[in-house]
């Protein structure tokens, strides 16, 4: 182990003489060979597609702080909204909502990161890698159904993927530039050197490995930024894809170990995301990662987009897999198994919603409600389908109606069991669950949410409120005020 961040840095100017393929990719400027682009493969994911999916798939998103810009149990009203807008005057003295700034599941995620990105900065790399295999081999979760392994894991990377988010936005010259490169390379540079002093530790090999695939992601979703020109852009996914694979390069020797760790299998499912894979051996390392976290929603969530055409299957094996996901976890989520796989899908392909079973769909719904009835699930499922099926409607005919009807959901969720708001929810609902999405401003997309979840609780309550009635929410439910 290296004894202090001061000789960390010493052994990286050492190791950075010579740059690995992996870091110089797209560097053709300056005389080094660039990785050749993945070609879009018939059953590969598209570059637009990909990033676009990933950012779906994400259980935590990249460095945003998981709080809201209210206090706990403050009543909502449309003045509190910041964003123009003629629904804070329409609705101001009729709507009252609870609005709700934290939840236990955000406490433990925020805290869990937290944890091991101090642990991090403080170079105490024994203790946190230890705590994460103690997490892995105990499957301990949040409230949520979120592994602890996998958020400290998130925290000690935080600092070296928001550096380098925060290096493509500011660049300002073009890539391959000797000084910027240094800023983008040497947090990577610093996990690698820990990595190399301890190369028999597989879950410190995978915390590195998801550092590679995190930037990788970075990359890509900078490729197609306007302003840049085409050489700029190919050189961006050039890097994305030596990313992926010196993940990939990572990753391979572990394989074997992931029926025994989560943690593994969810590191070993995350590059699948980002590379062209075959479809069993996709389902199959998701069906481990599912039988080892059945409460965990993301991994079937993120199961259904790669078992898209233009992600790692077909619609064929999207059906299969949705159906053999409710059976494994029949136990903990009832039908509920088959809405997962099926939830990002639909929103993301027309064909895959035009196939859906409709009914299995809204059974499943239901159950995840009896399985997990808290606000914070409320509000998920009211945001999706008031908003986020409805942003996708006008291609297709089929898929138009089956949206439709999953979308009236939104009307018994929100008069049966919405009893708080939850804005960021909402916000993100909006924007398709897309944590890559630009935010320079928590405080006004927040703002946004909740501006978005009035018009759909207005909405809901038209009747009532075009006859001048008042609705103020409460933990037994609405109460309707005459006027």
Not at 32 to 60: L, M
Not at 162 to 180: F, I, Q, T, W, Y
Not at 199 to 224: C, F, N, Y
Request: hydrophobic share 40%.
């Amino acid at each position: 182990m290296l004894k202090s961040r001061a000789q960390m840095w010493t052994r990286l100017s050492q190791l950075t003489k010579d740059l690995p393929s992996w870091l110089t990719a797209g560097q053709s400027d300056r005389g080094v060979t660039a990785t050749p682009a993945r070609p879009n493969e018939a059953k590969g994911p598209s570059t637009k597609q990909c990033a676009q999916d990933q950012a779906r798939q994400q259980g935590v998103s990249r460095g945003r702080a998981h709080v809201l810009f209210q206090k706990a149990g403050e009543t909502f009203t449309a003045a509190a909204i910041t964003e123009p807008d003629d629904t804070k005057t329409r609705f101001a003295d009729s709507l009252q909502i609870p609005i709700c700034d934290s939840c236990p599941d955000t406490e433990s995620r925020q805290t869990l990161q937290d944890k091991g990105q101090f642990l991090a900065r403080q170079d105490r790399w024994p203790a946190l890698i230890q705590q994460i295999r103690q997490a892995d081999q105990s499957l301990h979760c949040t409230p949520g159904g979120l592994p602890e392994a996998d958020l400290l894991a998130y925290g000690a990377r935080a600092d070296v993927i928001n550096a380098v988010e925060h290096a493509l936005e500011d660049r300002s010259s073009k890539p391959g530039a000797a000084g910027e490169d240094r800023v983008l390379i040497d947090g990577v540079m610093a996990l690698e050197a820990l990595r190399r002093e301890h190369a028999q530790d597989p879950h410190l090999t995978a915390l590195v490995a998801l550092a590679h695939i995190d930037i990788a992601w970075i990359w890509r979703a900078a490729s197609p930024q306007e302003g840049l020109r085409d050489e700029q852009a190919d050189a961006h996914l050039r890097r994305a894809c030596a990313h992926f694979e010196r993940a990939a390069a990572l990753l391979a020797p572990l394989k074997p170990r992931c029926r025994d760790s989560a943690f593994l299998s969810a590191a070993q499912c995350a590059l699948y995301a980002g590379q062209n894979a075959d479809t069993l051996q996709v389902a199959d390392a998701y069906g481990i990662l599912i039988d080892q976290n059945p409460n965990n929603p993301r991994h079937m969530r993120a199961l259904g987009t790669q078992m898209l055409p233009r992600a790692n299957g077909s619609y064929a094996a999207l059906e299969l897999e949705a159906r053999r996901c409710a059976a494994r976890t029949q136990q903990h989520w009832g039908a509920g198994g088959y809405t997962w796989v099926y939830f990002d899908a639909i929103t993301l392909d027309d064909q895959a919603c035009a196939r859906v079973d409709y009914q299995f769909f809204m059974d499943g719904l239901q159950d995840i409600l009896c399985t997990d009835p808290s606000q914070e699930m409320i509000n998920l499922l009211a945001a999706y389908c008031a908003l986020t099926l409805r942003n996708n409607q006008g291609n297709d005919p089929q898929a138009d109606a089956t949206r439709a009807k999953i979308s009236q959901a939104a009307r018994w969720l929100i008069r049966s069991h919405l009893r708080e708001l939850h804005p960021l929810v909402w916000a993100h609902a909006s924007e398709g669950f897309d944590n890559n999405a630009r935010i320079t401003s928590l405080r006004r997309f927040a703002a946004r949410g909740q501006a978005e979840a009035l018009r759909c609780i207005a909405e809901v309550f038209r009747e009532e409120l075009d006859s001048g009635h008042k609705i103020a929410f409460t933990p037994e439910g609405f109460d309707l005020t005459p006027a």
